[in-house]
């Protein structure tokens, strides 16, 4: 038994093979891409019906007698949509705070990620990357009570101005304290996809710019931030999706006033039982996302995501 | 032009570079040579200004210069991994330098296009860096070091990762544009030799210390310690004992053999000594044949290998203690070739034979010896 002589490791892997030999033959090899694929395709294809689901709905009206949705086709709902202001205005402000989160949020982002790939110091990368991860542990809901324990009127930052005789404020159930809960919550997504992208530019790039006669400002802006193309594309297109579709923190620290298109949304199922309605809403918003991120894409190309290397 | 007095960098406790003191003249090519490690890439960040020294100074044309940040130093820098920016073209790496620099804007076309036909590249000016091999890529590098009239360019090891016919064309390459341009150049390579091929002035470095500054000939002919024998070369070395010594030859026993070395050292009688002779200065003959050089010992052929313009030969000496000597023999095929196993005399000259005074060396890493060199 000459083979004895081997690994223990060598030999469990020779009958793992010689197993996976009889449970999936050679033959099969050609179907092991799909087979890997299977489970992803079966996600996918349920909310593709789930979305059929969505579009069947919003093109059924609600009938007032029996709050059911009528078996008529009609666009009666995307013209409520369009007649009534408080949409435009909900979907505008929807727009406009997903635009601004994504500014400030990746504007953010950039240093402290920048900080990560560059210190010297193992002990800082470390502290950054702690901080970086402790917030995903803290859920979205628990994190925007937090800030109203913080921001509320007899909260933290109140009691502050109150010990120091100065006036209080109300900070809670405005529009910006909605885009400070989203950019503190969208913060760390957009460093994590930051991370990577600036960490694929090598330090000689930076030297050589310096080299050749560039100031740090002038390296960042013809260099660094150049090469850090499609990680900023990508943190951008992230940012600027899961605000578009937020619902906790509108909800939360704008308290009615500055409502997101996503409670809308939920209003229209859960508050006037109008799924139609609803649909309709949650179509304009997929088509909206969808046809923004494709000019992006269109814009900036695919490739800068990095699918294809560098272009 | 150069100048660099005292300099001393400390990692921890680790010295990179210690008390390191050289200059280049005007004009000069000169390469810091050495094993990964010995701190020539130390030495180069800290004249390009990525590093400062913890002691001594860099003087550039009369200047001191180790407190100025690099971009506002004059020097051309090509990297290992030639840093062309992926989003720019070649010309606009090429005109990257001219403005940041804050050249006349009217003047930076002409520049370009000068240096890239400096290069040979005038027709891929419009091409990106992954459109152009690497040796087209080397050539962005170095016309983008050079295109602003730097006092100073250096080479960071930037042909290391060409292959081997490429490599030998681009020093050559580099070597026509540095004097064309007559720039003062400071190249850093483990290569000893892209060094004797391409430079002026040759810097041996190890363990963070100068081991010698000389041209290439006499780093080759006149090593001044083991060390540079055997990093220089292909060396075989052996212990000994001096018994006697005048101004022009040195007596030596070593293990049952007697021989005759170079003169000069002033060792003293009685000195223990590290024999260094050169592979390619040890003639390989029959037993039997009739004496050529003052030294002769008899050996059995232990390893061959044949390399097309020369044979390698291991051999085996059991009257020098054991000592396995690496033997160059050229032109094997038109005279005898020993197969392994077989006895043979080695034969050399006196003056070939340098007797270095015995003490702790570094040690040569097996890696940075040249392409069919054998083991000792």
Request: one cysteine or more.
């Amino acid at each position: 038994m000459s083979h004895m002589k081997y690994p223990i490791s060598w030999r469990l892997l020779d009958a793992l093979e010689a197993a996976a030999a009889v449970l999936w033959p050679a033959r099969m090899r050609r179907l092991t891409a799909w087979a890997l694929l299977a489970p992803a395709l079966f996600l996918v294809g349920v909310l593709v019906i789930g979305l059929g689901y969505m579009v069947e709905y919003s093109l059924h009206e609600l009938d007032l007698s029996t709050y059911r949705l009528k078996e008529a086709y009609s666009l009666t709902n995307y013209q409520t949509i369009l007649d009534r202001p408080v949409y435009a205005r909900v979907l505008g402000r929807t727009l406009l705070g997903a635009v601004l989160v994504t500014a400030i949020s990746v504007a953010l982002a950039f240093p402290y990620a920048y900080a990560i790939v560059r210190t010297p110091s193992a002990m800082v990368r470390k502290a950054l990357l702690v901080a970086l991860f402790l917030p995903f542990f803290i859920g979205q809901v628990v994190r925007a009570y937090g800030w109203l324990i913080v921001l509320g009127r007899e909260g933290l930052v109140n009691s502050a101005l109150a010990g120091m005789g100065l006036p209080t404020v109300d900070l809670l159930f405005t529009y910006p304290a909605v885009i400070f809960g989203l950019v503190q919550y969208m913060l760390p997504f957009a460093i994590l996809l930051l991370v990577p992208a600036l960490a694929a530019i090598p330090e000689d790039m930076e030297l050589a710019s310096e080299s050749l006669g560039a100031r740090w400002t002038s390296t960042f802006r013809h260099v660094v931030i150049p090469m850090a193309k499609p990680g900023l594309i990508g943190a951008s297109v992230v940012v600027f999706t899961l605000t578009l579709t937020d619902f906790a923190m509108p909800e939360i620290l704008g308290g009615g006033t500055s409502d997101f298109i996503a409670s809308a949304i939920y209003d229209s199922f859960f508050q006037i039982s109008n799924p139609g309605l609803g649909a309709a809403l949650s179509m304009v918003l997929v088509t909206l996302g969808s046809l923004i991120v494709a000019g992006v894409f269109l814009v900036a190309g695919t490739g800068t995501l990095g699918v294809r290397g560098a272009k | 032009m150069v100048e660099i007095a005292g300099v001393s960098r400390v990692f921890g406790t680790v010295a990179a570079v210690s008390n390191a003191t050289l200059h280049v003249d005007r004009g000069d090519f000169l390469t810091v040579v050495g094993p990964s490690g010995c701190g020539k890439t130390t030495l180069l960040r800290m004249i390009a200004g990525f590093d400062r020294p913890d002691a001594g100074e860099i003087r550039i044309g009369g200047v001191r210069m180790d407190r100025v940040p690099a971009w506002q130093r004059s020097i051309g820098m090509v990297f290992q991994k030639l840093a062309l920016f992926p989003h720019m073209t070649a010309a606009e790496n090429v005109a990257y330098p001219l403005k940041m620099r804050r050249f006349d804007p009217a003047r930076i076309p002409g520049l370009v296009d000068d240096y890239l036909a400096l290069v040979r590249l005038a027709e891929f000016k419009d091409r990106r860096p992954h459109e152009l091999s690497g040796g087209q890529q080397q050539r962005v590098a170095i016309a983008r070091a050079l295109v602003f009239g730097p006092d100073l360019l250096l080479l960071d090891e930037p042909l290391s990762a060409l292959d081997r016919k490429l490599r030998e064309d681009m020093q050559l390459e580099f070597r026509r544009i540095q004097q064309e341009l007559g720039v003062t150049t400071i190249n850093v390579t483990h290569d000893q030799r892209e060094a004797l091929v391409m430079s002026d002035r040759i810097v041996v470095m190890e363990g963070g210390v100068i081991q010698q500054a000389d041209d290439p000939v006499s780093l080759y002919r006149r090593p001044e310690n083991p060390f540079v024998a055997r990093f220089i070369g292909v060396t075989s070395m052996f212990p000994g004992r001096v018994t006697a010594e005048t101004p022009e030859a040195v007596t030596v026993t070593a293990g049952e053999a007697t021989l005759k070395a170079r003169g000069g050292a002033a060792l003293g009688a009685g000195a223990a000594v590290e024999c260094a002779i050169r592979a390619e200065q040890i003639a390989i003959g029959p037993r039997d044949g009739a004496p050529r050089f003052e030294n002769a010992v008899d050996g059995i052929v232990r390893q061959r290998i044949f390399e097309g313009e020369r044979m390698v030969y291991a051999v085996e000496v059991p009257g020098l203690g054991g000592a396995v000597l690496n033997v160059f023999d050229h032109d094997p095929v038109s005279h005898s070739v020993y197969d392994e196993a077989q006895p043979v005399r080695l034969e050399w000259a006196a003056r070939d034979l340098i007797a270095f005074p015995a003490g702790p060396a570094p040690a040569v890493t097996t890696e940075h010896k040249p392409t069919g060199s054998l083991t000792t």
